[in-house]
């Protein structure tokens, strides 16, 4: 017996990846319920092959339901997510509602799938931070090596990290630098096309941004709460995928062919790391892909045991979607979830 799997904010970037990644990947769903807001609802959205009739979520009704993958804001999953769990439902949300939630597990399953089962608490499960993600997949098997004491990370991250008015903005500005327009900014704080901004999400007092706040005490809570992490996180005129430059200190030696080697064998990672012009990855080439991409691993020379690297990831994706349904498939496959029985 298959499953019934609800996707929430399915008119959105993420929503529309969930549902294609849901059909690429065979996902075992007997049914598939695209919902969203009442204004959206009789949209159609593409479902493999198929197409889905948009519902709202306002008036559904969930008892048969046994996964919500929720994507629609962290308003709405605030509202909505625990009414939906009170149902019986696994919700596993993408927003950053209950991540650092004591009794909600935040997974990434290359990393720390058995912590899955924690959902039963409140039958919901978090899913990271996009730079999180991609993050903490390059770094797990190298923690398990060396063991991570700090990290330094700066990100550079897509517009399509903010939503489709953020890709719309950039799309627009380009437009109207080449026609000589004005360019005109609405999404963001400065003009992103063209140009970084050195701001994601709100100052906190420390003059840190949320952002980087959040890959901080993400990582320490799906990786090891020891691990000291710092972070700058920039907005760059890419649409698609994050890029990071990573430096790491460890408490034991670990060199770059170590290093490289625990990660062409690791779980999610793509080694691509040719010491010539063009061998490494960028956003092009991870856009649309499943993997973490890792590139240019060598050792620091100015710390004790230090590595850095340049990791790549299509954040709409791993950063999102794929993970949310890896996540449901790592419930299936640890029998941890059964499929409702079907009314006759």
């Avoid at 919500?68 to 997510?81: D, F, P, R, T, Y």
């Avoid at 720390?112 to 997949?137: E, W, Y």
């Avoid at 062409?264 to 790391?273: F, M, S």
Wanted: overall charge neutral; some cysteine; charged content about 25%.
């Amino acid at each position: 017996m298959g499953y019934k799997v609800a996707v929430v904010g399915a008119t959105g970037n993420v929503g529309r990846e969930m549902l294609g990644i849901l059909a690429e990947r065979r996902f075992p769903a007997d049914e598939v319920v695209a919902l969203a807001s009442r204004r959206s609802q009789g949209l159609e959205v593409s479902f493999g092959d198929a197409t889905l009739k948009v519902k709202a979520l306002e008036n559904y009704d969930f008892s048969d339901v046994d996964i919500c993958l929720m994507s629609a804001g962290g308003a709405v999953s605030k509202e909505w997510s625990p009414k939906i769990a009170a149902q019986g439902v696994v919700v596993i949300d993408n927003s950053s509602t209950w991540r650092m939630d004591p009794d909600v597990p935040l997974i990434v399953p290359e990393v720390n799938a058995d912590a899955v089962a924690g959902f039963r608490k409140k039958g919901i499960i978090a899913n990271p931070n996009c730079s999180t993600a991609q993050l903490v997949v390059a770094l797990k098997p190298l923690h398990d090596k060396a063991t991570i004491r700090r990290v330094v990370v700066s990100t550079y991250q897509s517009v399509s990290g903010a939503g489709k008015d953020a890709m719309d903005e950039l799309d627009r500005q380009t437009k109207a630098i080449y026609t000589l327009q004005d360019v005109e900014a609405k999404k963001f704080p400065k003009r992103i096309a063209f140009n970084l901004i050195p701001q994601i999400d709100v100052f906190m007092e420390d003059g840190f941004t949320k952002e980087e706040w959040k890959m901080n005490v993400e990582t320490r809570k799906i990786l090891d709460p020891k691990i000291r992490l710092t972070a700058t996180c920039v907005r760059v005129p890419v649409f698609i995928s994050h890029s990071e430059s990573v430096n790491i200190e460890f408490e034991n030696p670990i060199t770059a062919d170590e290093a490289r080697e625990l990660l062409r064998t690791a779980p999610g990672c793509l080694v691509i790391d040719k010491h010539e012009p063009g061998g490494y990855a960028t956003p092009y080439e991870a856009t649309g892909e499943d993997a973490t991409y890792i590139s240019r691993i060598r050792e620091d020379a100015t710390v004790e045991n230090g590595l850095a690297f340049w990791c790549v990831s299509d954040n709409l994706r791993k950063g999102a979607a794929l993970n949310a349904i890896q996540i449901a498939e790592c419930l299936i496959n640890r029998k941890l979830i059964t499929a409702k029985k079907k009314a006759a």
